[in-house]
């Protein structure tokens, strides 16, 4: 059964930095790309950012480029997102997700399998 388990939400300062974790189980995640998604109230969803299976890849939605960085242990079968210099527009409930397309020309398409969410807020 698949499980990807997101952490690391929480209520921050503009400027600050949060790092989310997204912990697999019940797949190969060494085989799949993993993305990050969010979405804010009363918005539609929205890819962030995603990493190849092989870490060569990396793609990142325009909004966060140079602000957020992702990465994956996949002996830890975990993802990361780093978010740094946070705006209040970051505020949502971010999403981790894999099996889907993670490409430079194509960027971040559907993808299969998905976490419950963790809460971003960021506001003074």
């Known amino acids: 059964q698949v499980q990807l388990v997101e952490s690391g939400g929480d209520l921050v300062q503009p400027g600050g930095s949060l790092r989310l974790s997204c912990t697999a189980s019940g797949f190969p995640f060494s085989y799949y790309h993993i993305a990050w998604f969010r979405q804010a109230p009363g918005k539609e969803r929205e890819g962030v950012s995603c990493?190849?299976?092989?870490?060569?890849?990396?793609v990142y939605a325009d909004s966060v480029k140079g602000r957020f960085t992702i990465s994956r242990d996949n002996a830890k079968q975990t993802a990361y997102l780093q978010m740094d210099s946070l705006k209040p527009e970051d505020t949502g409930v971010y999403f981790c997700a894999a099996e889907g397309p993670c490409t430079v020309l194509g960027g971040i398409g559907d993808f299969r399998d998905w976490g419950q969410g963790t809460q971003v807020t960021v506001s003074y």
């Open positions: 990493i190849s299976n092989t870490e060569d890849v990396t």
